[in-house]
């Protein structure tokens, strides 16, 4: 003979009405089945890479009025030396060589009022 099953209204249905379910359904809900949560392990931090030397500075010196070049890939101490000639700053154009455009790149104002200090201090002789 078959087992008698009590059925009830389940009123917690979403949408339009309530159905008809088993008792024991509402009673004790299934078990989801949970796989384990996988969890990766910490990475281990990389050693920061070591900053490649940079190669020092390379000037060009123009002169304003007439064009001409005074200083072509120098140094520094030479752009120094060089500027200690010059009247004013605003007499020559300063120019940095940029090794990752590969282009001269003009020296902004405050750069240029730096160097312009820096020669100030430089020994004459």
Same mark, same amino acid.
């Given at each position: 003979m078959a087992r =008698? *099953?009590?059925?009830?209204? #389940?009123?917690? &249905?979403?949408?339009t009405?309530?159905?008809? +379910?088993?008792?024991?359904?509402? $009673?004790?809900?299934p ?5 384990p949560?996988?969890?990766?392990p ?11 030397p940079?190669?020092? =500075? *390379?000037f060009r010196?123009? #002169?304003v009025? &007439?064009r001409?070049?005074?200083a072509?890939? +120098?140094?520094?101490?030479?752009? $120094?030396?060089l500027?200690?000639r ?6 020559v ?6 090794p990752a455009s590969?282009r ?9 009022r ?11 002789g």
């Amino acid at each position: 003979m078959a087992r =008698r *099953r009590a059925w009830i209204l #389940d009123t917690e &249905t979403k949408g339009t009405g309530a159905e008809m +379910v088993p008792l024991e359904s509402v $009673l004790r809900k299934p078990e989801s089945r949970r796989e384990p949560l996988f969890v990766p392990p910490k990475r281990t931090p990389r050693p920061p890479r070591e900053p490649e030397p940079r190669a020092p =500075r *390379r000037f060009r010196v123009i #002169d304003v009025m &007439t064009r001409e070049v005074l200083a072509d890939d +120098v140094d520094a101490r030479t752009m $120094l030396e060089l500027l200690a000639r010059v009247r004013s700053v605003v007499d020559v154009n300063l120019y940095v060589w940029e090794p990752a455009s590969e282009r001269w790149r003009l020296l902004t104002i405050a750069e240029e009022r730096a160097a312009w200090e820096r020669r100030l201090r430089q020994p004459t002789g």
